[in-house]
């Protein structure tokens, strides 16, 4: 059995939104930044992505951003770099290129995770859930856009997907779980680190936990498609009983202190030193 040779975490922005996205029943008052998130695992014969964060032209595009982004409400995404797309930009970071990447897996289909799939079309398989698939491209037009899944992001006719309906291994040592809620076909992510660089693993949630509190006191995330937020708590349960029997760490999808201390931890840059702060 092999296992992933090396986990790069990559941050493709951050968004700004009330706490109550994240933690279900929390203040909306309070205004959180939340870090953008990706991954890349190097595997047997490649390099698998996992999410791909903004597409910029929701953020730069102003008639784009009025009908995309800010109709969302309360909400603002910020890129790393006022030029460069998102994606290469976070690549750039790490000191790799994104033409590395020979696979791509994405936890779901919302803006600040599928943005960069555009990047992939007719290039790499792409690894999602069929309920996922068929919640963008088949509710009626516009719920998705509505609920922050832009169908264009999704729609390309050269995408080659791979849709999995449950639990499945997507590249050696890594294995797509389904945690519906958040949205109906969500997915993270379980990885199993090879035995030449020691062994071990990580438990990704994504959007499954946004934060660490979601995670140490089982608070459910603050939306969900297609059942009462209050269930989201059942997938973090089920994340953390999967960490637990493995021994790995599990990973909060969009926690502004856990993500950039984990990316440093690894041995990568933030974008914070990178700014000077
Ligand atoms: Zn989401």
Redesign the pocket.
């Known amino acids: 059995m092999s296992g992933v040779r090396r986990v790069v975490p990559l941050t493709f922005g951050w968004e700004h939104l009330g706490k109550s996205v994240s933690v279900y029943g929390a203040d909306p008052s309070i205004r959180m930044r939340e870090p953008v998130p990706g991954v890349l695992c190097e595997v047997d014969g490649g390099w698998l992505l996992l999410d791909t964060g903004f597409n910029p032209a929701f953020v730069r595009d102003v008639p784009f951003r009025r009908r995309f982004n800010d109709s969302l409400g309360d909400y603002e995404a910020e890129l790393p770099d006022p030029v460069r797309d998102p994606l290469v930009a976070a690549f750039d970071l790490v000191g790799l290129d994104p033409s590395i990447v020979t696979a791509v897996g994405v936890s779901?289909f919302?803006l600040?995770?599928s943005g960069g799939l555009r990047w992939f079309a007719g290039e790499v398989p792409v690894f999602a859930q069929r309920a996922e698939l068929e919640y963008v491209l088949d509710s009626p037009h516009p719920e998705p856009e509505r609920n922050?899944m832009f169908r264009v992001d999704v729609d390309d006719p050269n995408i080659d997907w791979h849709v999995a309906d449950g639990d499945v291994e997507i590249a050696p040592g890594v294995t797509a779980v389904l945690t519906a809620g958040?949205?109906p076909g969500h997915q993270s992510f379980v990885i199993d680190l090879d035995e030449s660089v020691g062994g071990g693993g990580y438990v990704f949630a994504f959007?499954a936990a946004d934060l660490q509190e979601n995670l140490d006191d089982e608070l459910p995330v603050g939306?969900a498609i297609g059942m009462p937020p209050e269930q989201t708590v059942e997938a973090i349960r089920r994340l953390k009983s999967i960490a637990a029997a493995r021994g790995y760490r599990l990973l909060p999808g969009h926690d502004p202190d856990v993500w950039p201390a984990f990316t440093r931890e690894l041995g990568y840059p933030t974008w914070d030193e990178r700014m000077g702060f």
């Open positions: 779901h919302h600040d995770h922050a958040h949205s959007d939306h």
